[in-house]
């Protein structure tokens, strides 16, 4: 609920305990509003000027993850035995090779997840980064990166794949 205090005194002790404080400023007058201030235990971490959600919302993401990237990608990666890093979703693949190989998993009949890397930028890059991999789509089983679609297509035709999956 927005508050109104008196002064900054006020401000850093409403915010001291606070993981991320997002405070917004904005007026006609002035041509760099509106402002979004980011804050951390009472500190001015950020600052974004003009109203682009999209660049609001990533550097929100940022700060309010409290958890290291790596930790956050090992979790991720070991949600599902088999999981898929992708460009959309088993649903609505947005990319012809992310569709190649949701139909190389279906055709498996195994049970897998997967995970859209362009709803999440900071995944996207530090996956890269992670699995010393640059292109998408990613492929794990058991926590270990397999590989993309040329690789996966070679384990189909030598029927490692299946192996894989079920070892």
């Not at 917004?24 to 235990?41: G, I, K, M, N």
């Not at 979703?89 to 997967?114: D, H, M, V």
Request: hydrophobic fraction near 35%; glycine fraction near 6%.
């Amino acid at each position: 609920m927005p508050s109104v205090l008196k002064d900054s005194s006020e401000f850093i002790e409403a915010t001291s305990d606070a993981k991320l404080t997002v405070a917004h400023f904005s007026a006609d007058w002035a041509e760099q509003f509106p402002s979004v201030l980011l804050f951390r235990s009472g500190k001015q971490v950020d600052r974004i000027d003009g109203a682009d959600p999209r660049t609001i919302t990533d550097e929100i993401k940022k700060y309010n993850n409290a958890e290291p990237l790596e930790e956050r990608l090992k979790k991720l990666i070991n949600t599902s035995k088999v999981m898929l890093f992708m460009k959309g979703n088993r649903n609505q693949p947005r990319c012809g090779f992310s569709k190649q190989i949701i139909e190389i998993l279906n055709n498996t009949g195994t049970s897998y997840e997967t995970f859209d890397i362009l709803t999440d930028e900071e995944v996207r890059q530090g996956l890269k980064t992670y699995s010393h991999w640059p292109t998408y789509p990613q492929l794990y089983i058991n926590g270990e990166l397999v590989g993309g679609l040329d690789i996966v297509k070679d384990l189909v035709t030598s029927g490692e794949l299946s192996q894989m999956i079920n070892a």
